[in-house]
């Protein structure tokens, strides 16, 4: 008897293993600094447009940040140091990115106004969406394995798009391959965009608004 309640209390008892990465309100750690690194970037990416036009330097610090975006995830899983702030930090500088990107490349006549307008306020239309779900008491959705295709062809798009406007011998297969992976990124976008509206909607039809709607969905 002994042993069989043994057999059932010691897997229960297990402690947190590194496939379960504990997030902190740690502020000082590698991938907070890195993001911080990149919110540094965007004004000066932002400028390098802009300003002197220098497309090649601009280039360089819009490839810079996706790199140190895809090293901050990884470090933090490596060294164990996913944060609160990080959490928060590092897609707040992917979105200032985005748009800062859209519109100078807009102002620069690389992209349509348009497409830069869809883009930017598929998102703005979703982050208030979000009040249905808080409304609820329910976490946000859960993000479309679509929606990260979208992203992803929209992240190498954009590049493709800067460097095709240079005098080197890729810039017409970046014209090429750039321009077209916005087309279909953008398609992508709307898509997702409107199924999530539409996730959205279903759950403001079927599940009822808390009485206090300021409270948390757990309170008593």
């Not at 997030?23 to 300003?51: E, K």
């Amino acid at each position: 008897m002994d042993g069989g309640n043994r057999s059932h209390v010691e897997p229960a008892a297990e402690p947190m293993t590194s496939a379960d990465p504990v997030v902190t309100d740690r502020i000082l750690t590698v991938p907070n600094l890195l993001s911080l690194l990149r919110l540094i970037g965007v004004p000066v990416f932002a400028y390098l447009l802009l300003g002197p036009e220098a497309d090649g330097w601009a280039l360089a610090v819009l490839m810079l940040s996706g790199f140190t975006d895809w090293a901050d995830g990884k470090l933090a899983r490596l060294l164990n140091q996913m944060s609160t702030l990080g959490g928060l930090l590092d897609p707040l500088v992917d979105r200032l990115y985005v748009v800062t990107t859209l519109l100078a490349f807009a102002i620069r006549g690389m992209i349509p106004w348009w497409v830069a307008a869809v883009l930017i306020g598929r998102d703005a239309i979703l982050a208030a969406s979000l009040y249905v779900y808080r409304r609820r008491g329910l976490p946000p959705p859960s993000v479309m394995y679509l929606g990260k295709a979208a992203t992803f062809a929209l992240m190498f798009a954009l590049p493709l798009v800067l460097a095709a406007q240079g005098d080197w011998a890729i810039a017409p297969a970046a014209h090429a391959f750039g321009y077209a992976l916005l087309v279909w990124g953008t398609a992508l976008y709307v898509w997702t965009g409107l199924l999530y509206l539409l996730a959205a909607r279903n759950i403001a039809r079927a599940v009822p608004v808390l009485e206090d709607s300021g409270r948390r969905a757990d309170s008593p």
